[in-house]
């Protein structure tokens, strides 16, 4: 019986946000804690943790919302954003919840149809490769989408061509993460077009080539792919190529008008939670086999359409000839 209050006093301790000393004096609560000293401690949070703390009651919810905070996790994330000029997005916090989660399986890869959505006319892609953690490449690329080269072109966005890089060790694909964020300046809104950790490592053996993708699968059926994908020699560590394209069920490219319709529709639409990069891989393996079974139903209605054909001209060739010998 003596040791009841005791416990009722650390179960007390555990609800209220007031901590107690040993003597039973309030001891010093977080809220008393200065404000420039919270925003160091907030500062060490990642983003996802800070916005859960930003909602667990309104003395948080404006230390939370700190933009130097927002701004510090955005480029520890993607260096690339401080060559991304400030009046090309909505702030560090919104782009922050555009980007980071991926975009939902489930969002529609053909939103041309519907009014509401306006193509971008410039997009600005924040392009971030790194290698085991420690990164190799940043790089913004700035993307005239109104032109009608680009419009009427399959859509491929190239943050790295031709000239390359070779990088200060021996690269390992499959342990790239790549980061591809699309913003349109006009709205401000972002998404992010890769997976983060490759879904699939091809090896070319006559090139001696290895292609990491990077893909984000949208759409139910056969849906679109947005395929970033990293090009490199791994023997000699040579970065050759870094690029975007966006395919559709059957490997054929999307047009650039139609792929615009698809990153606007990504931007607009729902986002996905936890376990999404696991997420995108499974969807992505199967969009691969999807891909590949149409493609053999595809032969085998051609050639079966090749075998009558053949039958058919057979059978008229033998009639002609018939009708020669009995004339």
């Not at 650390?10 to 809220?31: K, L, Q, S, V």
């Not at 943790?49 to 993607?78: H, T, V, Y």
Request: charged share 25%; glycine share 8%; proline share 6%.
């Amino acid at each position: 019986m003596a040791t009841a209050p005791r416990a009722t006093a650390i179960a007390d301790d555990r609800c209220c946000p007031a901590a107690f000393a040993a003597d039973g004096d309030a001891a010093t609560a977080i809220e008393d804690l200065p404000a420039d000293v919270m925003a160091l401690v907030l500062r060490r949070l990642d983003g996802a943790s800070l916005a859960a703390l930003g909602c667990s009651c309104a003395a948080f919810r404006d230390l939370a919302a700190d933009p130097d905070a927002w701004r510090a996790l955005c480029l520890a994330l993607w260096p690339s954003l401080r060559d991304v000029p400030a009046a090309d997005h909505k702030g560090h916090r919104r782009l922050f919840a555009d980007a980071f989660p991926l975009p939902s399986a489930a969002a529609s890869p053909a939103p041309a149809l519907d009014p509401a959505h306006r193509l971008p006319a410039r997009l600005v892609s924040a392009v971030d490769l790194h290698h085991r953690g420690a990164g190799i490449m940043s790089r913004v690329v700035e993307t005239d989408a109104a032109s009608g080269w680009f419009l009427g072109a399959p859509f491929r966005v190239d943050a790295l061509v031709q000239e390359g890089f070779t990088a200060p060790a021996p690269i390992a694909p499959a342990e790239l993460t790549l980061s591809w964020v699309l913003i349109d300046p006009s709205t401000g809104r972002a998404v992010n077009a890769s997976s983060r950790r490759p879904v699939s490592v091809e090896r070319r053996w006559l090139t001696g080539e290895t292609v990491a993708r990077f893909a984000v699968v949208l759409g139910g059926g056969g849906g679109v792919a947005l395929d970033a994908a990293v090009t490199c020699d791994e023997r000699l560590g040579h970065v050759r190529e870094v690029s975007l394209c966006i395919v559709d069920g059957e490997g054929s490219g999307v047009s650039g008008r139609d792929g615009l319709a698809v990153v606007a529709a990504a931007m607009a639409g729902a986002r996905q939670g936890r376990g999404a990069e696991d997420a995108a891989r499974l969807r992505y393996e199967e969009f691969v086999k999807g891909r590949a079974a149409r493609k053999e139903r595809k032969a085998r209605r051609e050639g079966f359409i090749d075998l009558c054909c053949s039958s058919v001209g057979a059978a008229a060739f033998l009639g002609f000839l018939v009708m020669l010998t009995f004339r």
